[in-house]
């Protein structure tokens, strides 16, 4: 038996537990398999009657998810918004009833943490990760900020906006003097 898909098995039923109507969304696919591929590892689960995983043998699978390095590296700045761009293939319907239930998903930290480690301990590890989470969002948005002035101010690779509305005008009155050029032609042409 594969003990890091039984693992991932462990994890994936537990938040979908965790989800409203979680487990309601993926009974309706009972006895299709998903297959999650990771970079060096290919996971196929079964769903079960009661909307849990199963790892399931090396069987053919309904819908496959594929998690690229791509993906996996966006995945700390994006959170669930990096897996949009997932490549998916397969039965369609059971794709969306797993989108669902994953973009629904929430996590309660908190809770799990609090058995391990006390209620106490639990709530800082908790409100910790949520600071780090925070200030990881934080940073990444000023460091695309700063890229951004790089590029425009510094080093220009890209142009201002300023620039743009300067070049939009130029290019705006070039239209209108190429347009009274050509009407002066048009006139210079007629016969007299």
């Known amino acids: 038996m ?7 098995a462990g994890v994936l039923n537990h938040l979908v537990a965790q ?3 979680g487990c309601a969304g993926l ?8 297959a999650i591929d990771a970079i060096l590892t290919r996971h196929v689960f079964l769903i079960k009657e009661d909307g849990q995983l199963s790892p399931g043998q090396d069987a053919v699978a309904d819908a496959s998810i594929k998690l690229t ?14 897996f949009r761009s997932a490549p998916t293939e ?4 059971l794709l969306s009833a797993f989108n669902d ?24 590890l908790a409100e910790a990760g949520r600071s780090f989470t925070g200030w990881l969002g934080q940073a990444s948005l000023d460091t695309a900020k700063t890229l951004a002035e790089y590029a425009t101010e510094e080093n220009p690779m890209l142009a201002s906006p300023l620039d743009i509305k300067h070049f939009n005008a130029e290019v705006d009155t070039l239209r209108d003097d190429v347009a009274r050029l050509e009407a002066r032609l048009a006139k210079l042409e007629k016969p007299a």
Not at 69 to 82: H, M, T, V
Not at 101 to 124: C, I, T, Y
């Open 90 to 93: 397969g039965d369609a319907e």
């Open 101 to 124: 239930v994953f973009h629904n998903m929430q996590w309660d930290a908190e809770s799990d943490l609090a058995k391990l480690f006390g209620p106490v301990v639990g709530f800082r």
């Open 27 to 34: 009974a309706k696919h009972a006895g299709r398999r998903l």
């Open 19 to 21: 989800t409203p109507g």
């Open 69 to 82: 390095p791509d993906l996996l590296a966006r995945l700390p700045f994006e959170g669930k918004d990096a």
């Open 2 to 8: 594969d003990l890091s898909g039984l693992a991932l």
